[in-house]
C-alpha cells in the first residue's frame, strides 16, 4: 500500500484509524485500509483502546453470515453500505464506518442486540467485493438479505418471514425485550427500508 506523504493525508489517516479503533475494529482491519505503519497503528491502537490489539485470525467463512440472526443483521448493514456508495461519494473504510454507525443507530432505536461487529463488517463487504455474496430480494416482504452470490434465489423467503422455530426463544431475549414479537418487526422494517 502507498504510504500518505502530506500532513493532511496522514492526519486523515490517523483520523480514519481512530475511527475504526472507537468501533472497536480489530488491528488486520487497520493494516488492510490505512497507509500508517504498523508501528504507528499499533501506537495508536493502545492510545485510544487503552490495550494492545487482541491476537488471533480475522473471521473468513461466509457461513456466519447465512445464520438467522447474524444474516438479518448483516443485511441491514449492507443495504445502508450499499445506499450509501451509490447515494453519496463515500467509498471504501469511511463508506464501512458511516455505514456501520447507521446499523448501531438502527439497532438501538429498535432495542436489538448488536450482532455485527466493526470488523465482521469490513469483512462482509470483502465477501462481496470478491463477488462471494450478494443481496436478493425477499419474495414476501421485498427486503434485501445477504446470500451465497450462486445460492438458488428465485422462491427466496427470509429468516423474518419465515423465522426458525427457536430463533429469539433464547432467555435473554425473552427477558430484554418480554418475548415481544414487534422487534422482528421491526427488524424487518429496517431492512426493507
Not at 456508495?85 to 438501538?108: F, H, K, N
Not at 452470490?149 to 427466496?156: A, I, N, P, V
Request: charged share 25%; glycine share 6%.
Amino acid at each position: 500500500m502507498k504510504r500518505t506523504k502530506t500532513v493532511l493525508g496522514e492526519a486523515r489517516q490517523i483520523a480514519l484509524a481512530s475511527d475504526l479503533i472507537h468501533l472497536g475494529a480489530r488491528l488486520q482491519v487497520l493494516e488492510s485500509e490505512i497507509t500508517l505503519s504498523r508501528e504507528r497503528l499499533l501506537k495508536l491502537y493502545k492510545e485510544i483502546a487503552g490495550k494492545s490489539p487482541p491476537k488471533g485470525m480475522l473471521p473468513f467463512s461466509t457461513d456466519w453470515f447465512m445464520a438467522w440472526q447474524p444474516n438479518i443483521h448483516s443485511s441491514l448493514f449492507m443495504n445502508l453500505y450499499q445506499s450509501l456508495i451509490t447515494s453519496s461519494e463515500l467509498d471504501g473504510v469511511e463508506a464501512v464506518i458511516r455505514a456501520y454507525r447507521m446499523y448501531r443507530e438502527r439497532i438501538g432505536l429498535i432495542g436489538m442486540p448488536e450482532v455485527l461487529s466493526i470488523t465482521r463488517a469490513w469483512r462482509l463487504t470483502r465477501f462481496f467485493d470478491a463477488g462471494m455474496l450478494t443481496l436478493t430480494p425477499c419474495t414476501e416482504c421485498g427486503g434485501h438479505f445477504v446470500v451465497h452470490t450462486f445460492e438458488l434465489t428465485k422462491d427466496y423467503v427470509c429468516g423474518l418471514c419465515d423465522m426458525p422455530s427457536r430463533a429469539g426463544k433464547t432467555r435473554a431475549v425473552r427477558e430484554a425485550h418480554g418475548h415481544d414479537a414487534h422487534c422482528e418487526e421491526h427488524a424487518l422494517e429496517a431492512v426493507a427500508a
